[in-house]
């Protein structure tokens, strides 16, 4: 583990709202932990981390979309999905090896504040729609087999939408919301997020 920086001490410090007089009492775990979470400060006020690190998803070339991708949703795939157009790859989505953290529900709010309580910027949290595909057909084994569903950030042009995938005898099924104007989901459900890094 790296040593503590003067700087970092100060920070954590202020931000802990500690009293400065007896630093020597503040143990290097408790800094590094706080600058490792300090990414997701509000999380667990919604969210619990299931899995961190994990599971992962293999380099996708980006050309597949929900809407299309009846192989891996044989339960059905929603209509919503052409109906706001979200049936295009998107722009400059060729992507790496990811990562990836799953959160459990454990208090109900909208989709903005839970992903809102990982990381403030919407774009982090985001998959592609190709590495959804491949998520699901990779790990169908991690889906809820009590009907609740697991979900995915996407983005669209400049829009942001939640992948709906819901597990049920006949297979899986995939629906859509556009963040914002969903209803707050239940509780017990997974998110699915690439993994936050200082």
Known sequence: ???????QLIEF???????????????REQVHAFFRGRLVPKYHEYLQLVSEGVLGITACEGN?????????FEAGI????????TDKPGVATTTKKT???VYEIVRKGAFSELYGSIHEDMNRLCLTQHQIVTFCKTYRGWFRKDGDATDFLFKV???????DVTLFTSG??????????????????FLVVPIQTV
């Open 13 to 27: 410090i202020t931000r802990k709202n500690l009293p400065p007089s007896d630093p020597n009492n503040i143990s």
């Open 1 to 7: 583990m790296s040593r503590v920086t003067d700087k």
């Open 172 to 189: 899986l099924d995939v629906c859509l919301y556009m963040l914002g104007e969903e209803e707050s989901p239940n509780s017990s459900r």
């Open 99 to 101: 990562k990836l953290s």
């Open 157 to 163: 042009e400049d829009r942001f939408y939640v992948a």
């Open 64 to 72: 597949r979309t929900l809407a299309y991708a009846i192989d891996v």
């Open 78 to 85: 929603h209509s919503n999905l052409l109906k706001y157009e």
